[in-house]
């Protein structure tokens, strides 16, 4: 199973950002699928969750300008970002939880991770 993260780069202040991570190889199901970043000198932190019903759930702070989607037959998920700040820069990881065939267990996987740099 590998997860292909796409979308970072130089953005500006006050724009947005969309990014997105695809999860290929032997997939039997993909449970919860979520965005992270760690931010220079800090620890990692949720982004935002969405289960495969669709139901999402962001972090407090990042609420309003968050929305987080995904694509079911694309294994796809996606982040949305408006009204960036400086403090918005950070690798930006994505994880699914999955279950690679259908007797075997759901196992947490992770992205690359993408950077994301905010600058005025």
């Known amino acids: 199973v590998q997860l292909q993260a796409s979308g970072g780069g130089l953005m500006e202040t006050g724009g947005s950002l969309r990014l997105s991570c695809a999860v290929s190889g032997t997939i039997f199901a993909v449970s919860v699928m979520s965005w992270h970043r760690q931010a220079p000198g800090k620890q990692r932190e949720l982004v935002a969750a969405?289960?495969?019903?669709?139901?999402?759930n962001n972090a407090d702070s990042l609420k309003g300008r968050v929305t987080i989607s995904r694509d079911n037959a694309k294994n796809t998920v996606y982040l949305h970002m408006n009204g960036l700040k400086a403090e918005d820069t950070a690798v930006y990881y994505c994880?699914?939880?999955?279950?690679?065939?259908?007797?075997?267990?759901?196992?947490?996987?992770w992205g690359q991770g993408t950077l994301v740099t905010v600058s005025s």
């Open positions: 994880s699914a939880v999955v279950r690679a065939r259908s007797e075997g267990s759901w196992d947490v996987y």
């Open positions: 969405i289960t495969n019903d669709g139901s999402s």
